[in-house]
Structures are given as structure tokens and as C-alpha cells.
């Protein structure tokens, strides 16, 4: 009888330790984008609903061509987590719609599976990988591409002059440009990042979701994102983390659903400064993030 007691605590133990001690928690809705090679498109918004259950996880996928939102396919998903990384696939097609346009051109929607690598910022985490087309499933051929999605792990405050929170919202006390031409440049203020990194600080996201909305507003602008440093490191250095942060600004665009088309991006390091770097305040504004318009 003790032995079998023995055995049944083990048993509720070890799957106790299963459930409960993963280190990720992907339950909720995650956004972004997905690319493939080649296609009648080759970027989709993407959505993902997950649940999870220890290292199990079940849910839906979701896809929509970015500029014809009425194109859309979702599918049912099952996959694993084995340590830092996420692996699924799709199971079938939920509901899909294509319209006679391109019925020619597009057969079906592949299923896929793919390898996320997962990762953790302070206020959320990422899923970030391959995919690739599962082969025999009646569903036609897919190119294989590259997963971009996030989910958010708090919410966001900062502190007003009376040093209380208030929940950060879009009436940022700045003003873009009403018309503008090709060539003409303008700085986005308070995009911050974590010192010596590419990551971005969650007060730099009002400001980036004003200018995601006034590229909404104009849907035929591109630009060019430039990243700039202070006088930092060496040149090899500022030119390599100031490219990264203009990045690290496009793929927050992009997740907001902008075209990737529409957004090119540009390191110049410290080449081009704007104020002196003998003291904190001119480093600071030297520290930019600068658009031109492209057309």
C-alpha cells in the first residue's frame, strides 16, 4: 500500500512539475507578421490565439494579405514548447476566403509548421522564426518564410508631474508635418532604448503609434528611418547599433500593420551630429531617430 502511495505522489509530482513550472506562458493573442520567399504576396498579417497547458499547446492561426484585408485564411494549430523555443503545426484550414481574382493564381493555403525561438523584453514577449509548408496535405505547395509575432506581458504607465500613473494613450504633445516632400526630413521625438541595445523602452511606443498613424492617414508615403548615436564607441560599433535601432523602429511599424515596402531604414552612427557630445543633454539629442521621406 506504501508503495503504491509512493507511486501515486511521484506520478502527481512529475506532472505537477510538467503543468505548472514552465517558464513561458503563450496563452493569449499574438500579432504580426509572417514573409514568404514567394507568392502571389509575400508578407501577411498574422494573428495567433493560443492556450496552454503545460508544455502543450493547442489554438488557431490567422492570416490576411496587409493590403487586402478581405483575403484571409484560419487555421486550428497544436505544437510544444522545449525550452526557449515554440514548434507547431497546423492541423487544417478553419475558414478561408479567396476572391475569382485570384482564384488562378492561388490554389490553396498551405499548412505549415514552424520553429519560434521565444524571447523576453520588459514588457513583452516575442515569438520569432522559421516556417515551413508541410508537405501531403492536399493544401498545394507553399515557399517557406519567417515568423514576426508579439504579445504584450503588461500593461503600460507612465508617470505624469504630479508622479502618479496614468495609462499611456496617443495625445502626444507633438505635430508632424501636414505636407510633405520628397527629401524632407523630421525628427520623432522620445524613442528610447535600453542602453547599448537595439531594444525599444515602452515610453518610445506613443510617440512610434503617432507616426504609425499618420502613415495610416497617408497610405502612399514611404520613408527612410535613420538611426543615429552619440559619439559611443568606435565607428564600426555606433554604425552597427544605430542601423539596428532604425530596425527595431521599422519592425514596430510593420507589426502595426504598415507595409514593409513603404519603410526602408539607414544606420549613420555618429557622423551626423546635431548638437555638441561634451555634454549629457547634447549626447541625448544626438541619440535620434530621424525620417525622410522617400516618396
Known amino acids: 500500500?506504501?508503495?503504491?502511495?509512493?507511486?501515486?505522489?511521484?506520478?502527481?509530482?512529475?506532472?505537477?512539475?510538467?503543468?505548472?513550472?514552465?517558464?513561458?506562458?503563450?496563452?493569449?493573442?499574438?500579432?504580426?507578421?509572417?514573409?514568404?520567399?514567394?507568392?502571389?504576396?509575400?508578407?501577411?498579417?498574422?494573428?495567433?490565439?493560443?492556450?496552454?497547458?503545460?508544455?502543450?499547446?493547442?489554438?488557431?492561426?490567422?492570416?490576411?494579405?496587409?493590403?487586402?484585408?478581405?483575403?484571409?485564411?484560419?487555421?486550428?494549430?497544436?505544437?510544444?514548447?522545449?525550452?526557449?523555443?515554440?514548434?507547431?503545426?497546423?492541423?487544417?484550414?478553419?475558414?478561408?476566403?479567396?476572391?475569382?481574382k485570384y482564384s488562378q493564381s492561388i490554389t490553396g493555403w498551405c499548412i505549415k509548421k514552424a520553429k519560434l525561438k521565444i524571447t523576453e523584453t520588459k514588457d513583452s514577449l516575442k515569438l520569432e522564426g522559421s516556417w515551413t509548408g508541410v508537405p501531403n496535405t492536399g493544401q498545394g505547395y507553399c515557399y517557406p518564410g519567417e515568423f514576426y509575432v508579439t504579445k504584450p506581458k503588461i500593461k503600460l504607465y507612465i508617470n505624469n508631474q504630479n508622479n502618479q500613473q496614468n495609462v499611456i494613450n496617443s495625445d502626444i504633445p507633438f505635430e508632424l508635418p501636414k505636407e510633405v516632400n520628397k527629401g524632407d526630413k523630421f525628427i520623432v521625438p522620445n524613442i528610447n532604448?535600453?542602453?547599448?541595445?537595439?531594444?525599444?523602452?515602452?515610453?518610445?511606443?506613443?510617440?512610434?503609434?503617432?507616426?504609425?498613424?499618420?502613415l495610416k492617414s497617408r497610405p502612399k508615403l514611404k520613408i527612410m528611418i535613420i538611426g543615429h548615436t552619440d559619439v559611443g564607441k568606435d565607428d564600426t560599433y555606433n554604425q552597427t547599433l544605430s542601423k539596428g535601432r532604425a530596425d527595431a523602429v521599422k519592425s514596430y511599424i510593420i507589426n502595426q500593420k504598415i507595409?514593409?515596402?513603404?519603410?526602408?531604414?539607414?544606420?549613420?552612427?555618429?557622423?551626423?551630429?546635431?548638437?555638441?557630445?561634451?555634454?549629457?543633454?547634447?549626447?541625448?539629442?544626438?541619440?535620434?531617430?530621424?525620417?525622410?521621406?522617400?516618396?
Open 193 to 214: 532604448f535600453k542602453p547599448s541595445t537595439a531594444e525599444l523602452l515602452p515610453d518610445s511606443y506613443p510617440y512610434l503609434d503617432k507616426l504609425v498613424g499618420y
Open 1 to 100: 500500500m506504501k508503495y503504491i502511495k509512493f507511486i501515486f505522489v511521484t506520478i502527481v509530482s512529475v506532472t505537477y512539475s510538467m503543468v505548472f513550472s514552465q517558464k513561458w506562458d503563450l496563452s493569449g493573442e499574438w500579432t504580426g507578421y509572417v514573409t514568404q520567399q514567394q507568392g502571389v504576396r509575400n508578407i501577411y498579417y498574422c494573428k495567433l490565439n493560443l492556450e496552454q497547458f503545460g508544455n502543450q499547446i493547442t489554438g488557431g492561426s490567422y492570416f490576411e494579405f496587409f493590403d487586402e484585408k478581405d483575403i484571409f485564411v484560419a487555421f486550428t494549430l497544436t505544437g510544444t514548447i522545449k525550452d526557449n523555443e515554440f514548434n507547431y503545426q497546423e492541423i487544417n484550414v478553419l475558414n478561408d476566403y479567396i476572391p475569382l
Open 259 to 295: 507595409h514593409p515596402s513603404r519603410i526602408s531604414t539607414e544606420g549613420r552612427g555618429n557622423k551626423e551630429p546635431i548638437a555638441s557630445n561634451n555634454s549629457a543633454e547634447g549626447r541625448a539629442k544626438n541619440r535620434r531617430v530621424e525620417i525622410i521621406i522617400i516618396e
